[in-house]
């Protein structure tokens, strides 16, 4: 019996579903025509960025502990888990939890922030930098972003140092990585946002990037 194919001629399975590559008609996330340039936030894209995206987990400024040890509580035994943004990298290495994909720029709230030097790379197997300017998703991000996700099937933890600005990278992240990821950022004066990467969040995230302009030049 002939197998359904996907848009990339492979066989459509659960395994590649679950890994996050396909949705079940078959339909790639990520092409690699989506990178060949940079990626512009737009006015549209703003707006759709302005929705809560995840689970907030409540906690004060003064005691990051406090919201991040409920968002780890919230969070499956198994699964991966992405921090994005310093304050949270450096809040989940003080309680003992090396998060599988980090990514770090050295900013809080726009501002420098002393603390980034006390994170121990040390505790990342893969430590890489990429570029990636304040509203963009660059091409060299994706492809570090990508490397760190394939790096899981090996059980390698990643630490990427974005010079510019990591904000943007869970729309990358939730497309390239496995269903039942978590990814975890901060929300400044309220605590930390958890957000599954399920086949919902994999849409949502493709809408966004295709409604991105693109810069070839």
Not at 4 to 30: P, W
Request: with cysteine.
């Amino acid at each position: 019996m002939e197998h359904a194919r996907g848009s990339d001629g492979q066989v459509i399975s659960s395994s590649r579903i679950r890994n996050g590559t396909i949705d079940q008609s078959g339909e790639l996330f990520v092409h690699e025509s989506d990178f060949k340039g940079t990626r512009i936030l737009t006015s549209e894209v703003e707006l759709m960025l302005k929705t809560p995206f995840g689970t907030l987990h409540e906690g004060p400024e003064s005691d990051h502990a406090i919201a991040l040890t409920k968002a780890l509580e919230s969070i499956q035994s198994d699964s991966n888990i992405v921090a994005v943004g310093d304050v949270t990298v450096f809040g989940l290495l003080k309680l003992s939890c090396t998060p599988d994909i980090a990514l770090i720029d050295g900013m809080t709230k726009r501002d420098n922030w002393p603390n980034t030097k006390l994170i121990d790379r040390s505790k990342f197997d893969i430590v890489s930098a990429a570029r990636n300017p304040a509203g963009k998703l660059t091409p060299q991000l994706f492809e570090t972003c990508k490397s760190a996700v394939n790096s899981l099937n090996h059980r390698l933890k990643s630490l990427i140092v974005v010079e510019g600005e990591e904000d943007l990278s869970p729309i990358v992240l939730h497309l390239l990585l496995p269903v039942d990821s978590v990814i975890i950022y901060g929300q400044p004066g309220r605590g930390v946002v958890t957000r599954v990467t399920d086949l919902e969040t994999k849409k949502n995230c493709r809408s966004i990037l295709k409604s991105m302009a693109i810069d070839n030049s």
